[in-house]
Structure formats: C-alpha cells, structure tokens
C-alpha cells in the first residue's frame, strides 16, 4: 500500500543553540538578509533549544551555558571545559547527545520544513532528518565542526568546503557563500576602508575597537584593557564594545578611573557622539544591540582587538587589522589566529607586557608600514556578501515549496 506523501515545506525553520554570540551570529545574519530583502514570510519558526527543551534537556543545555561562560576563564572548571571540547566526537552516539537532544528530536525529527542551525551538535543531534541545513559559517573547520547528517552544508570558503568534501560530503551538497559579515557593514565595507586607509597612511590620530567574546575569559580581558589604556595615553581613541553589567565593562571603568581616564559612557538608548576623546564605552544587551552599535561607529575605526574567533571576517573580507588575543579559548581559535596570521591581515598580543606597549607596538606598525599592508591584505580576497547569498539559496533551495 502506498504510503501517503509528505506535506510540503511551507517555510523555513531556524534553530538556535543561543549560548555565546559565535555560533548564534551566524543565524542572525540570514534572518536579517531575509526581512531586509522583504521576504519575512519565508520565516516559519524560529526557536532556540532552551524555548523547546523540558526536564532533563533543558537542565542539560543550562549545564552547557554554564561552562561555556566559567570555562573560559581557566581554574579547575576551565580545564574540564578544556578536557570535553578536545574529545568532542558528534559522530559517536553518547548520553550527552542523547539528552541534549531529547526535546529537539521529538519536535523536529519528523516534519519537512527546511531547517536550519549553525552548531555541530544540533547537526548530530537531529541527523538525517530531511532538509537538515548546517551553516558553518566559520572559516576554518575544526575536528569537532565535521559532522555527519545534514542535507546541505553552508561554508564561507572552498577552502572550508574542500574540508567537508574530504569528510565525505557530496560536493553537490556543499554550498559555498562567501564570508558571512554583518549586512550593515557589508554595505559600508567600501567607503570605511578608503578613509580607513587615508587615517591610517596620514598623521592623525587613529580609533582601535576593543572587544571580548561573551564568555570574557579574564587574560583576554586583562590584555583588552592593557592594550586600550596604552592606546588613550599615546593619544590615539579607544572604543570599548561591552556587555552591560559584564565583567569588561567593568573592570575597564575601575582600571580607567585608576588612569584618571574619563570614558564617555553609551548604550543603545543614547545617541552616538559626533566626536569624543579618548575613549568611548559602548555597552549593549542583546547581539542585536551590539550589531546595530558596532554599524554607527564603524566608518570610524582602524584596527580592533578581540579574540580568534568570528570577527576575524572583518579583517579578511573589510580591510580592518586585527590583532589577537591569547590564551586561544576553544578549537576555532588557534586555527583562525594561524589563518589570519598567513593572511598578514593580524598580530598577536601574547604577554600582559605586550598590551603594556602596545600603543609602541602600534606607532612601528604604522611608520613602518605594516599596518597600511595589514589593511589591504584583507580587501579584495573573497566575496563578503555570505549572508545575502545564504538567504538567496534557502529561498530557492529545492527542498522549499
């Protein structure tokens, strides 16, 4: 007896692990691509695993959150987190999957719309369900982001599709978008990095961007700090990006007043100044707001600080310098810093003592003319356009009706 058909996929499925920014950036950029090119009706359903998740799933993925945020920062929990992220093997059933995804597979497991997420684990979670759609929009590819069981896999680079290809992967199933950067500075990439380049090839004053991740390992935020108080007493300007009420807000605040520093304080309430001295704390609270922050004052900066991990798009698809930070926290981290170093788009703070002087470090880099070269290494590589391309082919992918 025949059995019956399938209903047909009505629209597209969006699922968030919505611990950290990394993984969780990467939706948000498609969603915004779609409602921006008028096609919000192709949303169907947009969730994260803690809206979904009940009982022991939920209380797993609250577990998960929580060494994300305290594993970072070293001590007897960050070697554990340390410990699990190196025997990550989504391809081997365990009962931590099996938990985790509980929820998930008694919700999804057997409809039809399309469905898209951004982590391995919900890929090994929810594998071979039909029309399962793994962006990775990171560029490199560590071990534990190959995994089997998605339909398609959206990747930035042929470099990063090469990778699932050689995993095993049908090459006709592997999509290659382009980097995924945020659309506002998509649309200002050209214009920032020509008056990016003349700041920087003529003697004024320049604007660094320092920023953490949203686990905010405490050495990274000790070198943010460092390095942004070198940057102010050499005359240059510093914008601190910072969660509001979080650990680098902070500390900066008590180590500028030490300085007898005074930083202009915004948030998303407050207009952004036309001009300011010195140094601006930005503070947000949700990744939208950080988003649209980070868009208002971006014609403005010159190089950014932050750790290895997705923002190191800017600095190959914008033309910004980077330089990063250690210790490296996760797998992505050491191999985009490796990425970005072969690039001659980045440089590393390392020791406490390098953020120390880092403002010196700056005036080399620039005299010399390192920094000019740092900038345009990253223009012109690769198409920067990922997360428009990524909507295109969602709403043309033939799994959608």
Known sequence: MNQPAPPAPSGLDFLYTDIGRGHPFYLDGIIESLVRSGHTGALHNVETVFDISTGPSLRAWRLARWFYKRGSSGGQVGKLYRRLRRNSNYNEPSKGIEILGRSLREKYKSKTNP?????????ATLKGRANLIYQHGELVVPGEALVRGASKILVPTEDAAKAFIDFGYDKNDVVVTGLCIEPDLFRQAESAYSTRLARINGQEHLTGLFVSSGAEPKPHLRKLIKAAISTINAGHRAVILAHEGGHLSYRFRAAAGDEGIVATAIDSTTPIP??????????????????SLTAAIFSWIDFFVSPAHERVNWALGLGLPLFTLSPFVGPFAPLNQELVVHAGVAESIIEDSTADRFAAMLTDLRQTGRLTEMAANGRGGYNIDGFARCADFLLNNPGRK
């Open 115 to 123: 469905l898209i997420v951004a982590h391995p684990l919900l890929v």
């Open 274 to 291: 036309a001009e300011f001295e010195g140094c601006l704390l930005i503070e947000y609270s949700t990744r939208r707001e950080v988003n």
